[in-house]
């Protein structure tokens, strides 16, 4: 609603006469500090539509109104493993997006989380009006319906190291070793289990596959033999050969071109308003400059979702099957729902509640175990014997997609429990969205 300047004006000199100039109105007791306090209220009113001019000034030049700002999630190659790290990145993040709004009159407001793994999950559902992460996060992305707008250089990577002495000549000889990797959510660790499931390799097949949260622990674990191998960084493993040069050798190399941290906009932001970040971003003036500097995204390039094809492959870390259960798609999960058959979403309560296949029966899979075909069952909690006692009633398992471990987890428990068939919707819930499938609150 527009504000009519002038009424307000003659609204507020007719308040002013009456209590300044006719002193003999009647106001009640405390004449002096009635009007005193009433001429306070008429200057609150005339602030409040300064403040109101001033806002409706900037929305016609383009600038988001107070209480509008997008929000821009910040992550990085490994998560902040301290809270000292954490408020550094946060520290970091909050002058550029300052910067990157102003440019772009854009009001935005900078995230940093503290756990990754809640991450991806907002993705699939564009929470994030803006994300800006390493190749992993906006690989995932561009499937979810995100548009890359600009990456630094690719230098990104990751690569196998062993003892030199290793008798390992591949990956399949560490079998009964230990292997170290990063956090679960670092790029590093993404690729690493990439490459091992599209190598034909997988935890099953060896001993145990070890995850450390800690920034370069991995490393610290095959330097100190508490790991026959380990997967690092490009990085990592050059500061490797200079500090002990000849102890360590390559076991694999990944020769995937990796993109390094960028930028990915949200199809639901409006088109004029993706189009200033953008240009800010890939243009940036001497605020912006600095800041993006400060937070080590200098040197931004144009990038397209092809340049991630190969990363976001990756990211389907669960096998493409499963032996004892149908993987089914979209169609075919239609027509066994339409025919009866029962669908799981054991998804998180809240997930759920956001919105899920319509139909769908909440039995959430509390998830406490390693992300991998080896996992640790006894670690984590399924109540599916109890929802659903009879064995021999057909059952459709799903989540969030080929990158979410619980519906794997799930069949595999139904599986070995005795449940006579088990359907794995291994696309799970963002693939019913994309395919216009009816959605339940």
């Given at each position: ?5 002038n009424r307000?004006?003659?609204?507020i ?7 300044v100039?006719?002193?003999h ?12 306090f ?12 300064s ?7 900037a ?27 954490f ?22 407001k ?34 979810f ?12 990577g990751?690569?196998?190291a ?17 292997i ?13 289990r990439?490459?091992?499931t599209?190598?034909g ?13 800690e920034?370069?622990?991995a ?33 694999l190399e ?6 390094g ?5 949200s199809?639901?932001?409006?088109e ?31 990038i ?26 979209f169609?075919?999960?239609?027509q ?15 997930e759920?509640?956001e ?46 997609g ?16 005795g ?8 696309e ?12 339940s609150?």
């Open positions: 609603m527009m504000l009519d300047t307000v004006a003659r609204s000199a007719g308040v002013v006469r009456g209590v100039v006719r002193p109105l009647d106001l009640g007791r405390g004449g002096v500090l009635t009007r005193f009433f001429l306070l209220c008429v200057l609150a009113l005339v602030l409040s539509s403040a109101q001019a001033a806002s409706t000034k929305a016609k030049s383009g600038q988001a109104a107070a209480g509008t700002a997008f929000e821009v999630c910040f992550t990085y190659a490994e998560p902040p493993d301290a809270l000292y790290l408020q550094l990145l946060n520290q970091r993040a909050q002058p550029l997006a300052a910067a990157w709004g102003q440019q772009a009159k854009v009001e935005l900078a995230q940093v989380p503290l756990d990754y793994s809640a991450v991806t999950p907002q993705i699939f559902i564009q929470h994030w009006p803006v994300l800006v992460g390493p190749a992993n996060i906006i690989g995932t992305a561009t499937r319906g995100y548009v890359p707008v600009a990456s630094q250089r690719g230098d990104a990751v690569v196998f062993v003892p030199v002495d290793s008798k390992a000549r591949k990956l399949a000889d560490l079998r009964g070793q230990v170290a990797l990063p956090a679960q959510e670092s790029l590093v660790a993404y690729l690493a990439g490459l091992l599209q190598a390799f997988n935890a099953q097949q060896l001993s145990q596959l070890h995850f450390y949260k920034g370069g622990a490393l610290l674990a095959l330097t100190f033999g508490n790991a026959a191998g380990a997967a690092l960084s490009p990085a990592q493993w050059e500061s490797l050969n200079k500090q002990y040069p000849g102890r360590y050798r390559l076991l990944s020769t995937l071109q990796v993109p941290m960028g930028v990915a906009l199809s639901k932001l409006p004029d308003v993706r189009t200033r970040l953008a240009q800010a971003l890939l243009s940036p003036d001497a605020d912006l400059a600095q800041a993006l500097g400060q937070a080590g995204l200098q040197g931004l390039q144009p397209a979702a092809q340049n991630y094809a190969a990363v976001a492959e990756l990211g389907y870390f669960t096998p493409r099957h499963l032996d004892g259960a149908k993987t089914v798609d169609a075919q999960v239609r066994l729902m339409a025919q009866g058959v029962t669908l799981i979403d054991d998804r998180a309560s809240a759920y509640a919105g899920h296949i319509a139909g769908a029966v909440s039995v959430p899979y509390v998830e406490h175990s390693d992300k991998n075909i080896g996992f640790d069952a006894s670690k984590d909690q399924f109540d599916l014997l109890s929802r659903f006692p009879d064995k021999s009633r057909p059952l459709i398992i799903a989540c969030n080929p990158e979410c471990w619980k519906s794997y987890k799930g069949v595999v428990f139904a599986l070995r429990h449940y006579k068939t088990v359907y794995w919707y291994r799970g819930f963002p693939d019913w969205v994309k395919h216009g499938g009816p959605v609150r």
